[in-house]
């Protein structure tokens, strides 16, 4: 039975003709409990639909005061870094909500944005104040979130596949985080080496040790500053989609029973993560163009290292719908409202 939704959120998008801001439209334009009072894009573009399929749905070029004028309880700003870096401060400080599917306040150390981002954080309090929203691992702190930073895609994949292991694995040696992504995790501004002629039969490895999502996984693990961390990623000839494989060794040899084990209490009442019985290993097709994660899991050398595959669509779960299911946690709505 559908659940009876008697308060609606007026909500805006910034960044909304964007790859993620458009999936981000489409899901809030069907939600029951939400009114879009504004979509805007960069303040150099013209007027334009957010998404051929939709043309009533129109992004205005954005200004701070045409956002202020429609008053949103909670903007969400599917915008570059830096954008958000200075507009989520602004909209917070006129008692606006604001969920940033940014890199913008991920990371709890200012000191590792110069480097990691290229920018220096003007308002490092907020890192502290900002909820990491990876939403299965979140519990009431959404409930009175200011500013949830919207996990990275491929940190999503990799965290929840493997968070619910970290008591178990042995940190002395590599967490090895095999990541490939669909070109659109690149978003739509990006140069040739990203258009689909250079892709198109290819398939290469790149940004490895110094790609922004690195410190972020290390960050979500709790792997402290030393402990080894090898994460590739590589451009799938695909327009969407993550496919992680993680190669990890435990302290002590595992069974299956147990890893199945960790991942149910983990998962329990995760309606948007499934973990796939032990051997079985997931499928991009399977969740490309949804809102979820699937998790599957191989034990080897008798239990003392696993490999496991976790897959998502990065534009999705990665992006636009976990981005709406901390909004729905946020504002009291059934978690699943909009995207099931
Ligand atoms: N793509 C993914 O898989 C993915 C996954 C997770 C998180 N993210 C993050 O989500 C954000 C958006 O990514 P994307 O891939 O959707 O990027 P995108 O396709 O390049 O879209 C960027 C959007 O931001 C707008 N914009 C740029 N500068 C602006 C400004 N100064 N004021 C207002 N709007 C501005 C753009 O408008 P115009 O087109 O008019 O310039 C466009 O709507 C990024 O921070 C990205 O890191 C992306």
Redesign the pocket.
């Known amino acids: 039975m559908n659940e009876v939704i008697s308060t609606t959120k007026r909500v805006a998008v ?10 981000l439209t489409a899901i809030l334009a069907r939600h029951r409990g939400v009114e879009l009072v504004g979509l ?6 013209a007027s ?1 639909p957010v998404t051929p399929s939709a043309p009533t749905l129109v ?1 205005q ?2 200004t701070l005061e045409a956002l202020l004028d429609q008053s949103p309880d909670v903007t969400f ?5 830096e ?2 870096a200075t ?1 989520a401060p602004q909209l917070l400080d006129h008692g606006i909500q604001v969920i ?5 306040f991920r990371l709890g150390e200012a000191a590792l944005y110069p480097a990691w981002y290229g920018f220096a954080h003007e308002r490092p309090a907020l890192l502290d104040e900002a909820v990491y929203g990876l939403t299965e691992w979140c519990n009431g702190e959404l409930k009175s979130a200011r500013l949830v930073a ?4 491929y940190p ?1 994949s990799i965290l929840l596949a493997l968070r619910p292991l970290t008591y178990v694995i042995d940190r002395d040696q590599p967490v090895i985080c095999d990541s490939k ?2 070109v ?7 140069d040739s080496a990203w258009s689909f002629a250079e892709l198109y039969g290819n398939f290469k490895a790149y940004g490895v040790g110094h790609h922004r999502h690195e410190p972020e996984i290390r960050q979500g693990l709790r792997l402290g500053d030393r402990a080894p961390l090898v994460f590739v990623p590589h451009l799938l000839p695909t327009f ?1 989609g993550i496919l992680s494989t993680m190669h990890v060794a435990f302290v002590r040899p595992m069974t299956s029973e147990e890893v199945a084990a960790a991942y149910a209490r983990a998962y329990a009442n995760a309606p948007l993560v499934r973990v796939l019985p032990a051997g079985e290993l997931p499928e991009l097709k399977n969740v490309v163009n949804t809102p979820r994660c699937d998790i599957g899991y191989t034990l080897i050398q008798g239990g003392r290292r696993a490999v496991i595959v976790s897959v998502i669509d ?2 999705l779960k ?3 719908s976990q981005a709406v299911q901390n909004f729905n946690r946020m504002c009291g709505f059934a978690e699943t409202e909009a995207l099931t």
């Open positions: 910034v960044g909304a003709t964007g790859y993620a801001g458009a999936e805007y894009s960069s303040s150099g573009g334009a992004a070029p954005f700003l599917a915008t570059p870094n954008v958000s507009l940033d599917l940014s890199g913008a919207n996990p990275g895609c999503t992504s669909g659109s995790g690149a978003g739509k501004k990006s969407r990065n534009l990665g992006a636009a």
